[in-house]
């Protein structure tokens, strides 16, 4: 059961809402909400715009902000499993909650694999710095460096 009456603009929340929403978040956002540092509201209404539109983050209306200072916000909060607490506040069953679930699961499955790539990366240069010191010492030549 959601939480919230549907509204036309179903990503912009309501004071009440707001209020609900907040109450849900993680402790370390409640003192900066209250003193309306960070612009919480501004940011998490940006990414309900993204979701409820199915929208890129460059099609981020500029009354938001910088849609690449609220995308590169919205993947920390991906990474630190924010996402939950918005779900909660909005209804977890509601359609734009599934929609920000989805949404939250491709970018950590992205990410996952971006790591694990990395990582591999990582192992072959490891690898190679290996191969070449070999070479270095059996040939008697001199690492420049």
Not at 7 to 27: N, V, Y
Not at 41 to 66: H, K, Q
Request: glycine share 6%.
């Amino acid at each position: 059961m959601s939480l919230f009456l549907v509204q036309p603009r179903e990503f912009q929340l309501g004071d009440e809402q707001w209020k609900i929403l907040a109450s849900h978040l993680p402790r370390q956002y409640q003192s900066r909400i209250v003193n309306n540092t960070g612009n919480y509201r501004a940011f998490i209404e940006a990414v309900l715009w993204v979701v409820a539109n199915d929208a890129p983050w460059t099609g981020i209306p500029r009354a938001f902000g910088s849609w690449r200072a609220i995308y590169v916000r919205f993947l920390r909060w991906v990474e630190d499993e924010h996402w939950i607490a918005v779900e909660r506040g909005i209804g977890l069953d509601s359609a734009l909650a599934a929609r920000l679930r989805e949404r939250v699961e491709r970018y950590r499955a992205s990410n996952r694999w971006r790591r694990k790539r990395s990582q591999q990366r990582l192992n072959e240069c490891a690898e190679n710095r290996g191969l070449e010191s070999e070479m270095f010492r059996r040939w008697g030549l001199v690492q420049a460096g």
